[in-house]
């Protein structure tokens, strides 16, 4: 079976500019999750989808960051414009239902210079 | 809303020891309980869970974790390591029903294992 798809894998970027990046959750997983990984902590939850929906988008930055997840399948998070600060690691997961097991992407690390 | 804390932020040990990495949590709900690993440049790989049933977990790669309720504690134990567990390792934990932190995992801060031959 074949894991969550994360891509790209890295991108380095100038600050102002826009940027996105794409998940393929686990074929079946209704529920799909982005994180941000800082360097040295734990993944923080960006946004939550049931299907289409966005369930809990309370920890999004709305004023640069958007994310959609069109026919209830692949997501993309994007960012514009990117600051300084934004640089992390973008971890996409997906799971059967909200309560259930998270699996996680290989993750898009972000440089922004 | 729920915090984890992860007593150690490194832990160096040799390789064929025994390694412990402890992991509390705060909840006013109840909580299932994880273990992640992360590889240098790699997204994070279930070790372990506690949903219900016997507090002692076992997990992939020889790890086994206890969950104790009234410590609120998940440590995560290994009894003999080798160079490839080096890794960081994550204690998370996910309100079980309800609320506005379902489906919400929080992630302690991570504990860097690293085995020296």
């Known amino acids: 079976e074949a894991g969550v798809v994360q891509s790209p894998r890295y991108k380095i970027i100038e600050k102002k500019q826009p940027v996105a990046f794409w998940c393929n959750p686990i074929s079946g997983h209704n529920t799909l999750y982005w994180y941000r990984q800082n360097l040295g902590q734990g993944p923080e939850l960006l946004i939550r989808?049931?299907?289409?929906?966005?369930?809990?988008d309370s920890q999004l930055p709305k004023d640069r960051f958007s994310a959609e997840r069109l026919k209830g399948v692949d997501s993309t998070l994007k960012i514009q414009p990117a600051e300084l600060g934004d640089s992390a690691v973008y971890l996409c997961?997906?799971?059967?239902?909200?309560?259930?097991?998270?699996?996680f992407g290989p993750g898009t690390r972000l440089t922004v210079l | 809303a729920q915090s984890v804390t992860q007593l150690d932020s490194q832990v160096p040990v040799f390789e064929e020891a025994p390694v412990e990495l402890r992991c509390n949590y705060s909840?006013?709900?109840?909580?299932?309980l994880f273990w992640y690993v992360q590889y240098p440049n790699q997204g994070l790989q279930l070790l372990l869970k506690?949903?219900?049933?016997?507090?002692l977990v076992k997990g992939i790669n020889g790890f086994e974790a206890e969950f104790n309720k009234s410590q609120t504690s998940f440590h995560l134990r290994k009894p003999s390591v080798h160079i490839s567990d080096t890794a960081e390792y994550f204690c998370?934990?996910?309100?079980?029903?309800?609320?506005?932190?379902?489906?919400?995992?929080?992630f302690g801060q991570g504990t860097i294992l690293t085995v020296h031959p």
């Open positions: 909840s006013s709900v109840s909580v299932y």
């Open positions: 506690y949903l219900s049933g016997s507090t």
């Open positions: 998370a934990v996910i309100p079980i029903a309800g609320g506005t932190s379902y489906g919400k995992l929080t």
């Open positions: 989808y049931e299907n289409e929906e966005a369930v809990d």
């Open positions: 997961a997906s799971s059967l239902g909200g309560g259930d097991t998270q699996y």
